[in-house]
Structure formats: C-alpha cells, structure tokens
C-alpha cells in the first residue's frame, strides 16, 4: 500500500493527503492536468467540467481546509478519496 493511502484523517474523517496523493485520486477520476502557475496546479475534468486547484508543497501534508475545498471542488464523495 503506497504511503500516502496511510494518510491521517482530520476531524469528521476528511482525509489528509499529500499533493501526490491528490493528484494520483484525480487521475483516477479522468482529471487531466490544465495549468500551472509556480507551485499551484491546476486540474480540470473535461467530462463534468469541474476544475480544482492543487498546490504543490513536496511530501507536506495538505492542510485541512485545503482538502476539504479539493474534495468539494471536484465533486468526487468522500468515499473516493479514503480508498
């Protein structure tokens, strides 16, 4: 199991990932990277149209409010992002 699957859970279970393991989940879901600027990329799905904005901070855990935007943003249930 890779590490970041391992991850921590915040308060009412939103879990806490790594910008890798952001990434890897969108993939998943057929988002495709769109654009970036500096450390922030962003990720569009061109079947729902949705578009989330990741920002790249080498192996640091996103913070809390950061996750739960992403996880809102994409549309994706909580579920998805546990797995």
Partial sequence: MPSWTRSRLGDRGT???TAAGVTTVLKRH???LAGQS???QK???PATSK???VAQHKGKVLPLGT???IIAGSGLPLSEWKK
């Fill in 15 to 17: 879990p806490r990932l």
């Fill in 38 to 40: 500096g450390s922030h």
């Fill in 43 to 45: 990720w569009r799905n």
């Fill in 67 to 69: 996750m739960r935007s």
């Fill in 30 to 32: 057929g988002f495709a």
């Fill in 51 to 53: 578009q989330v904005i």
